[in-house]
């Protein structure tokens, strides 16, 4: 089991591309085997994988929240296939945008995002939220999106899971042919509505019983 780290945690710290390099620096000299990207702050594609392939980081996917897929999804895809990036994941739904219109209409627009990733020999991940776990006709909405539609695949937020009062290991098990990796995250407690995030096992979530579940299905 590989271990990556989520280069949305250094958004602030990559700002261009020589930030963008010394944060990929860093991070390979702190043991990590890849990263997933969030955004790229004017890194060039080849550049990006010239980077990678110097610090040994293994590409692991990009985080394209919609306005970008929106904007420009075959640049997303192009730029990923060129950068050696396997993974572009649809990891958000704005508030706004949270109602059973939305909710009905995105397996298909999953479906269509996945076809076009898979002419570039990318696969399409969702990631979630805890939002996902609430009800829709009568299932929660990341169980319905993923029996609608099989063309994409799963990578499991299982703090978010857990955060919802889901068991992330049952859900790992229950789904785990769509899952190929997990998001593992720790926090101190909430504060003002929201998770205060903390480094994992700093915390007070227990994720070893995640870990040993994901390593012994083969996830990343």
Not at 3 to 20: C, V
Not at 60 to 70: A, E, N, Q, Y
Not at 159 to 164: D, E, K, L, R
Request: net charge negative; hydrophobic share 40%.
């Amino acid at each position: 089991m590989r271990i990556g780290y989520a280069m949305y945690s250094a958004r602030d710290l990559t700002t261009d591309p020589t930030s963008m390099r010394n944060v990929l620096k860093a991070i390979s000299q702190m043991g990590y085997e890849g990263v997933e990207f969030f955004l790229y702050n004017g890194t060039q594609a080849l550049q990006l994988k010239a980077m990678l392939e110097e610090y040994s980081l293994a590409a692991i996917g990009t985080h394209v929240h919609k306005p970008r897929w929106d904007a420009d999804t075959q640049g997303e895809i192009v730029f990923a296939q060129q950068a050696g990036i396997p993974y572009l994941v649809y990891p958000w739904i704005a508030p706004e945008l949270r109602n059973e219109a939305f909710y009905e209409s995105l397996p298909r627009t999953l479906k269509d995002l996945s076809a076009l990733c898979e002419e570039k020999g990318i696969r399409l991940l969702y990631h979630n939220h805890d939002f996902e776990f609430e009800m829709l006709n009568g299932d929660p909405i990341l169980d319905y999106l993923l029996t609608q539609e099989d063309s994409f695949a799963l990578e499991l937020d299982t703090f978010w899971t857990q955060y919802a009062g889901v068991d992330a290991v049952g859900f790992l098990r229950k789904y785990g042919g769509r899952i190929p990796m997990i998001h593992v995250k720790d926090y101190l407690g909430v504060k003002d509505g929201e998770p205060e995030f903390a480094a994992i096992g700093t915390g007070k979530l227990d994720n070893s019983a995640v870990i040993r579940a994901a390593r012994e299905l083969g996830k990343e």
